[in-house]
């Protein structure tokens, strides 16, 4: 289970892990700890509407929709995914210990879920919150010198990391397949509320938002949980 940030951070919102909340991860109507619903509200704010999906039609998306997968329980269709994004669809896929593995590969990018290296930069010192510095120039890494993360994964990869917790330990990967593009995360819980309740986090989301989403043109689908896809 995800951990809140220290009580010391005085933060507003923050709930006690026996809130309701809990088992309800990653839900854009939830304002507890672990809901997406700061997300929800900037996004929407910056004119890209937020639509959940549990039920995939592949054959239906358009170059209007950009698909967030945030710690997806169910296996992608990886084939359906590169042909979406090599005919230049836009992908954010954020997830740590979910079902993303394969996906990831296809894309040059392998998960790791053990440990970091010692020498790994942490929030007030707690082990869980660790920090990954900016590494790249990118539109994207403009946002913020750096991201908190929290019970994170890594990556390891060929592709250059735009954040890094040390050197060839990725946080954030930006990518291309074709014509379209992806931005991988290691963490899906970068952008719960509690997260984003840290300036660095809310300012890298928004960023992400503007970076990848054409204003009054676009919707954000978020696919999380047990995802199910069908067509091509």
């Given at each position: 289970?995800?951990m809140?940030?220290?009580?010391?951070?005085v933060?507003?919102?923050?709930l006690?892990?026996s809130?309701p909340?809990v088992?309800r991860?990653f839900h854009?109507g939830?304002?507890?700890?672990n809901?997406?619903?700061?997300?929800?509200?900037?996004?929407?704010g910056?004119?890209c509407?937020?639509?959940?999906?549990?039920?995939?039609d592949?054959s239906?998306?358009?170059?209007?929709d950009?698909?967030?997968?945030?710690h997806p329980?169910?296996r992608?269709?990886?084939d359906?995914?590169i042909?979406f994004l090599?005919?230049g669809?836009?992908?954010?896929?954020?997830?740590?210990f979910?079902q993303s593995?394969?996906?990831?590969?296809r894309?040059?990018?392998?998960?790791?879920t053990g440990p970091?290296?010692?020498?790994?930069?942490l929030y007030r010192?707690n082990?869980?919150?660790p920090?990954?510095?900016?590494?790249?120039?990118?539109?994207?890494?403009?946002?913020?010198?750096e991201l908190?993360?929290?019970?994170t994964?890594?990556?390891?990869?060929?592709l250059p990391a735009?954040y890094?917790?040390?050197?060839?330990v990725?946080l954030?990967?930006e990518?291309r397949?074709?014509?379209?593009r992806?931005v991988?995360?290691?963490?899906?819980s970068?952008?719960i509320?509690?997260?984003?309740?840290l300036?660095?986090n809310?300012?890298f989301l928004a960023?992400?938002?503007?970076?990848?989403c054409?204003v009054?043109?676009?919707r954000?689908l978020l696919?999380?949980?047990?995802?199910?896809?069908?067509g091509?």
């Amino acid at each position: 289970r995800r951990m809140a940030l220290p009580a010391l951070l005085v933060l507003g919102s923050l709930l006690a892990a026996s809130d309701p909340s809990v088992g309800r991860d990653f839900h854009i109507g939830h304002s507890g700890w672990n809901g997406l619903s700061r997300m929800s509200e900037m996004a929407r704010g910056l004119g890209c509407p937020v639509e959940p999906v549990h039920q995939l039609d592949w054959s239906k998306l358009d170059g209007q929709d950009i698909l967030w997968v945030v710690h997806p329980e169910a296996r992608l269709d990886e084939d359906a995914a590169i042909s979406f994004l090599g005919a230049g669809g836009r992908m954010i896929l954020a997830d740590d210990f979910g079902q993303s593995a394969s996906l990831l590969s296809r894309l040059g990018i392998e998960r790791v879920t053990g440990p970091l290296p010692p020498g790994s930069l942490l929030y007030r010192q707690n082990p869980s919150l660790p920090v990954a510095t900016r590494s790249r120039e990118t539109p994207i890494a403009r946002a913020t010198s750096e991201l908190v993360a929290n019970h994170t994964a890594h990556f390891r990869s060929a592709l250059p990391a735009t954040y890094e917790f040390t050197a060839g330990v990725g946080l954030v990967i930006e990518g291309r397949v074709q014509r379209g593009r992806f931005v991988a995360i290691a963490d899906s819980s970068v952008f719960i509320n509690n997260m984003l309740e840290l300036n660095s986090n809310r300012d890298f989301l928004a960023r992400l938002l503007v970076e990848t989403c054409r204003v009054h043109r676009d919707r954000i689908l978020l696919l999380y949980g047990p995802i199910v896809g069908r067509g091509q």
